[in-house]
C-alpha cells in the first residue's frame, strides 16, 4: 500500500515525522509536503505561478518539499508516485474541530485527496507552548488507521487527538455560530495593525467533536465533499412548486 503524508505546518514539523513513522508500519510512505508553514490556507491552490518541489530528508525518511499550499502538495505528490491508496494529513499543531475545519489546511489535504478519489485522514492533536509528546497518541493513531482501512467504507475522516485521550468516539462537526471582534494594536514603528478574535454564541452540543475533545476523547468526524444543504433545497423546491 502506498501511504501519501502531507501537513500544513510544513515538512519540518515534528507532527508529520510523528504521523509518518507510524504510516511506515502499513505501506511504503512517502512524504510530501508544504515547505514553510501553510496553516489556515484552507484549500487554497496554487494558479497564478508554477509550483516547484525539492527532495529533502526528514530522519532518514523518502520527503518532498513544496513550493505551495496543502492542496497543492496533495495534488502533485499523487501526480508523481502513480496510485496512491491513502493519503494522511497532520499530525496537526492545533485542533481541527467545529468550522475550524474550513480554515484548515490539514483537513483539506486530505479533502484535496477525496477529490483525487483517494481516501485520507487529517489528524490534528492540541497546541502546545511545550513539546507535543506524539507518543501518547500513537496507539490511538494505530486504533485509527487499522478501523478506517477495516471498515474500507470512509473517503474522508477528520480525526482529533486531546491532550490525553481515553478512547475514541464517533462524532459530527460542532457548527457554533460566534461573534468575530477585531482588536486593533501598534507595531513598533508604530503602524496600526489588527488581530481577529472570535466568541462564540452557542453551548457545545452533546457528540460533536467539541463535546469529544472536552470529555478526554479522540473525535472521529467522517466528512464528505457535497456541501449542499439538502433539507433547505427540499424545502424551497417544495414552497416553489406550491405557488
Ligand atoms: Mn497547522
Redo the contacts with the bound molecule.
Keep these: 500500500m502506498r501511504i501519501l503524508v502531507s501537513?500544513?505546518?510544513?515538512v519540518h514539523?515534528p507532527?508529520i515525522l510523528a504521523l509518518a513513522r507510524v504510516a511506515q508500519d502499513y505501506g511504503d510512505v512517502r512524504v510530501v509536503a508544504p515547505d514553510v508553514?501553510?496553516?489556515?490556507m484552507g484549500h487554497a491552490i496554487t494558479v497564478r505561478r508554477p509550483l516547484h518541489y525539492h527532495r529533502t530528508r526528514i530522519d532518514g525518511l523518502d520527503a518532498y518539499r513544496v513550493d505551495g499550499t496543502p492542496a497543492d502538495a496533495v495534488a502533485l505528490g499523487a501526480h508523481h508516485w502513480d496510485k496512491v491508496d491513502l493519503v494522511l494529513s497532520?499530525i496537526?499543531?492545533?485542533l481541527?474541530i467545529g468550522h475550524n475545519i474550513r480554515h484548515?489546511?490539514?483537513v483539506s489535504a486530505a479533502m484535496q485527496a477525496a477529490f483525487l478519489s483517494i481516501p485520507a485522514i487529517a489528524f490534528?492533536g492540541p497546541s502546545s507552548d511545550d513539546p507535543v509528546d506524539y507518543g501518547v497518541f500513537e496507539p490511538y493513531l494505530r486504533q485509527v488507521i487499522e478501523l478506517f482501512l477495516d471498515l474500507d467504507d470512509l473517503p474522508l475522516l477528520n480525526v482529533n487527538f486531546p491532550l490525553q485521550p481515553k478512547g475514541l468516539r464517533w462524532t459530527r462537526q460542532s457548527v457554533r455560530h460566534y461573534d468575530g471582534y477585531v482588536i486593533p494594536g501598534e507595531d513598533p514603528m508604530g503602524r496600526t495593525h489588527y488581530w481577529f478574535g472570535e466568541e462564540p454564541r452557542e453551548q457545545v452540543e452533546t457528540g460533536t467533536d467539541r463535546w469529544a475533545i472536552e470529555h478526554g476523547y479522540v473525535s472521529m468526524t467522517p466528512l464528505r465533499l457535497d456541501v449542499t444543504d439538502d433539507q433547505r433545497l427540499e424545502r424551497v423546491l417544495r414552497t416553489l412548486q406550491d405557488r
Excluded: F
Design positions: 501537513n500544513d505546518d510544513g514539523s507532527g508553514e501553510q496553516s489556515a497532520g496537526n499543531l492545533g481541527n484548515s489546511g490539514t490534528s
